[in-house]
């Protein structure tokens, strides 16, 4: 025999508790002869809210990655209270190509989603990005242990696209232009060219972040010392390296 509630006549009772509210059923049966068992007792806690995830790497805030900044490891968090996370999923997506990987390759499916290791946080390790490509991670119906998932709709914030570009930007001096000789007016407005690369067969870059210069003096009574955006003094360091104004556009490619 089997049972279940409510019987014609009788209604559910209405759940408008907060989560984490802890319930409990009991049930007995008795048969005929009058004989009646002692209750049976089940519990449970309300818990009505899927999992809140995050992805930590690749970050949404520097979005560029490379071979000078790599990403081996995608991790994140996610958190549930009462019920706790049951797993989390993630896809990742070669947004240039359209594949997907599948743990083994990129392929192209309509969807791949693999279980991460751990909840909060969790990890994952990164697939063999391709230079020069577009991608997309995001979590999918990530479940608690209460049956709720994450919404469409917070996953689709909470996805982080990101470029992963390896080829080194060029850049060029066209004044001073290089003659043997030069007056003060040659010198007084330094400028150039640079570019962020696209070779044959890619598909994205990451376009320039800033460009520096740096000037010396190699000769003479003042040799060895550097310009410090005032004046020459002694000692070469990183903050010699003075910033220049960039006009144009910063993603102008050269193929």
Same mark, same amino acid.
């Given at each position: 025999? %089997? ?12 759940? &408008?508790?907060?989560?984490? =509210? ?16 002692s209750a049976v007792t089940a519990q449970m806690t309300l ?14 805030? /520097?979005? !560029? ?7 081996? =490891? ?6 549930? %209270?009462?019920? +706790? ?24 499916w309509p969807s791949t989603y693999m279980v991460v290791n ?9 697939? $063999? ?9 995001? *979590? !999918? ?20 696209? *990101? ?6 930007? $060029? ?8 003659? /043997? ?13 640079? *570019?962020?690369?696209?070779?044959? +067969? &890619? ?6 972040q800033k460009i520096d210069t740096k000037i010396f003096v190699?000769?003479? /009574? ?7 955006? %005032?004046? *020459?003094?002694?000692? &070469? ?6 910033? %220049? ?11």
């Open positions: 025999v %089997t049972w279940s509630y409510p019987p014609s006549g009788q209604t559910t009772p209405t759940i &408008d508790q907060l989560d984490g =509210t802890v319930y409990s059923i009991s049930v007995h049966a008795k048969d005929y002869a009058g004989n009646l068992e818990d009505r809210v899927g999992p809140l995830v995050a992805i930590t790497a690749p970050m949404a805030s /520097a979005s !560029h990655y490379g071979a000078a900044r790599t990403l081996a =490891t995608l991790s994140g968090t996610a958190q549930d %209270t009462p019920a +706790g996370v049951a797993y989390v999923q993630i896809q990742i997506s070669n947004t240039s190509d359209g594949k997907k990987w599948d743990g083994l390759g990129w392929n192209v751990g909840t909060n946080p969790w990890t994952f390790s990164a697939p $063999s990005w391709i230079n020069n490509k577009a991608y997309e991670v995001r *979590f !999918h119906d990530v479940p608690d242990n209460a049956g709720n998932k994450t919404s469409e709709a917070a996953e689709d914030v909470g996805a982080v696209n *990101f470029v992963y570009d390896v080829n080194t930007p $060029s850049s060029t001096i066209v004044a001073p232009n290089g003659n /043997a000789y030069l007056n003060a007016a040659a010198v007084a407005t330094l400028r150039g060219t640079a *570019f962020d690369w696209l070779n044959a +067969g &890619d598909s994205a870059k990451s376009d320039l190699l000769s003479g /009574a003042d040799a060895a010392k550097v310009y410090d955006g %005032t004046q *020459f003094t002694d000692g &070469d360091s990183e903050a010699k390296w003075r910033p %220049t104004l960039m006009t144009g556009a910063a993603g102008a490619v050269r193929d």
